[in-house]
């Protein structure tokens, strides 16, 4: 029960504490204040006791796949706020008296959303196992650790990170801001293929025997960078796709930022 | 004799057209039930045809909630104590696909078992 507690959460803290690691990352290279991530997180476990305790009445909606529909809803409008801040980066970088507000903004709409969806799963589990006093401090106790665990692996992302070179440490961040938002976006496909609101064929290939996603590389690929074993095409094209947005995103950024303004300050 | 011919392969499509549409708009995908009861998946073992989208209701009779999952199918939903959910398999290739129970994963197994169509009629 303790391992399988430690397990759960575990798996669902990871997306979460990567996501913020590399967004506080991004944030210290741009010399932006990270104190948003407090209300981020607040905001967030707020969202998720919302959609926790209404996972009842959301998941008959849509002739029962509201669960899957809000999910997914929930994983595209972060990918959406992802190619934003993509596009805010460089206008930041060309000229600190940009975007400060806009980026910190977009970053903690995103944790949250994410904190929603993930947070509700853990409350709903957790939840289960309230009125038994023989399984609950086992639980109770489990969860902690996996809390901890995924925390623990983002920071030691996030100090990874500080500990690259200047050069290419905001690189690498938005490397790995792509590769999340493409995850997320093939993740929201995959539920609407699940929900069957998009039909798709079978699975283009077959990878779980090089790398199983029930191993642990397997689950911190997955929540890296969405690895996923035996794909359907669908979820491909959107993972390839929303690659390629969002370095259209950043090219954009790019070129469109205002004339450059070497202030230092 | 050549119209004639043709009459018929058209009309014969025609037909083959129109009994495609009618099966998409009226026959929905085939419909599976599994239950979960004291974390234990009845039947553990679904067979169902390979290359053919289904429709499967998973009755949760538990007071406790339970997250169906399978990464063979690529597959997550969290089921409440007491409640019905509806997921979306397929099409699959024939053979044996796990899914279990998250939240009680010793004793809550099972698969799903894909078999060409002609030996799911048998």
Redesign the interface.
């Given at each position: 029960m303790l391992l399988?507690s430690v397990i759960?959460v575990l798996r669902e803290v990871l997306e979460a504490a990567l996501l913020m690691s590399v967004f506080l990352a991004s944030a210290r290279f741009l010399q932006i204040r990270n104190r948003w991530v407090v209300a981020a997180i607040i905001a967030g476990l707020v969202g998720a006791s919302v959609y926790g305790s209404a996972?009842?009445p959301v998941?008959e909606l849509f002739?029962?796949?509201g669960?899957?529909v809000v999910n997914a809803f929930l994983q595209f409008g972060a990918f959406a706020l992802l190619v934003l801040i993509v596009f805010q980066i460089p206008r930041r970088v060309r000229n600190l008296h940009n975007s400060a507000a806009m980026i910190v903004s977009l970053m903690a709409l995103t944790v949250a959303m994410a904190i929603t969806r993930e947070g509700a799963?853990i409350l709903?589990?957790i939840?289960?196992?309230w009125s038994m006093s023989d399984f609950f401090s086992a639980v109770a106790i489990g969860s902690v650790i996996g809390a901890c665990i995924g925390f623990s692996v983002g920071v030691l992302i996030y100090y990874l990170l500080l500990a690259q070179p200047l050069k290419h440490a905001l690189p690498t961040s938005v490397l790995l801001l792509h590769l999340i938002g493409a995850g997320m976006a093939s993740q929201a496909t995959?539920l609407l293929?699940?929900?069957?609101w998009i039909?798709t064929?079978?699975?283009v290939w077959d990878s779980?025997h090089i790398l199983?996603?029930?191993s642990l590389a397997g689950q911190l690929l997955y929540a890296l960078i969405g690895y996923?074993?035996?794909?359907?095409l669908v979820e491909v094209i959107a993972y390839t796709g929303s690659l390629l947005l969002l370095a259209a995103a950043f090219v954009a950024g790019k070129l469109t930022s205002p004339t450059i303004t070497e202030v230092s300050d | 004799m050549k119209t004639a011919a043709r009459a018929t392969i058209s009309g014969s499509l025609a037909i083959l057209i129109l009994s495609l549409l009618a099966g998409q708009a009226f026959a929905g995908?085939p419909e599976f039930e599994i239950e979960i009861r004291n974390h234990l998946f009845q039947p553990d073992t679904l067979t169902i045809p390979a290359?053919t989208?289904v429709?499967l209701i998973i009755y949760n009779r538990d007071p406790?909630?339970e997250?169906f999952e399978s990464?063979?199918l690529?597959?997550e939903?969290?089921?409440?104590?007491g409640?019905?959910?509806?997921?979306?398999i397929g099409?699959?290739?024939p053979g044996e696909y796990p899914f279990f129970g998250?939240?009680?994963?010793?004793t809550a197994l099972g698969s799903i078992v894909v078999v060409a169509k002609n030996d799911a009629a048998e």
């Amino acid at each position: 029960m303790l391992l399988n507690s430690v397990i759960i959460v575990l798996r669902e803290v990871l997306e979460a504490a990567l996501l913020m690691s590399v967004f506080l990352a991004s944030a210290r290279f741009l010399q932006i204040r990270n104190r948003w991530v407090v209300a981020a997180i607040i905001a967030g476990l707020v969202g998720a006791s919302v959609y926790g305790s209404a996972l009842d009445p959301v998941s008959e909606l849509f002739d029962g796949v509201g669960q899957e529909v809000v999910n997914a809803f929930l994983q595209f409008g972060a990918f959406a706020l992802l190619v934003l801040i993509v596009f805010q980066i460089p206008r930041r970088v060309r000229n600190l008296h940009n975007s400060a507000a806009m980026i910190v903004s977009l970053m903690a709409l995103t944790v949250a959303m994410a904190i929603t969806r993930e947070g509700a799963e853990i409350l709903v589990y957790i939840s289960g196992f309230w009125s038994m006093s023989d399984f609950f401090s086992a639980v109770a106790i489990g969860s902690v650790i996996g809390a901890c665990i995924g925390f623990s692996v983002g920071v030691l992302i996030y100090y990874l990170l500080l500990a690259q070179p200047l050069k290419h440490a905001l690189p690498t961040s938005v490397l790995l801001l792509h590769l999340i938002g493409a995850g997320m976006a093939s993740q929201a496909t995959r539920l609407l293929i699940q929900a069957d609101w998009i039909s798709t064929s079978g699975a283009v290939w077959d990878s779980s025997h090089i790398l199983s996603e029930q191993s642990l590389a397997g689950q911190l690929l997955y929540a890296l960078i969405g690895y996923e074993a035996s794909p359907s095409l669908v979820e491909v094209i959107a993972y390839t796709g929303s690659l390629l947005l969002l370095a259209a995103a950043f090219v954009a950024g790019k070129l469109t930022s205002p004339t450059i303004t070497e202030v230092s300050d | 004799m050549k119209t004639a011919a043709r009459a018929t392969i058209s009309g014969s499509l025609a037909i083959l057209i129109l009994s495609l549409l009618a099966g998409q708009a009226f026959a929905g995908p085939p419909e599976f039930e599994i239950e979960i009861r004291n974390h234990l998946f009845q039947p553990d073992t679904l067979t169902i045809p390979a290359n053919t989208k289904v429709k499967l209701i998973i009755y949760n009779r538990d007071p406790t909630p339970e997250e169906f999952e399978s990464y063979e199918l690529n597959r997550e939903k969290v089921i409440l104590g007491g409640r019905k959910a509806i997921v979306f398999i397929g099409p699959l290739e024939p053979g044996e696909y796990p899914f279990f129970g998250e939240f009680n994963p010793q004793t809550a197994l099972g698969s799903i078992v894909v078999v060409a169509k002609n030996d799911a009629a048998e």
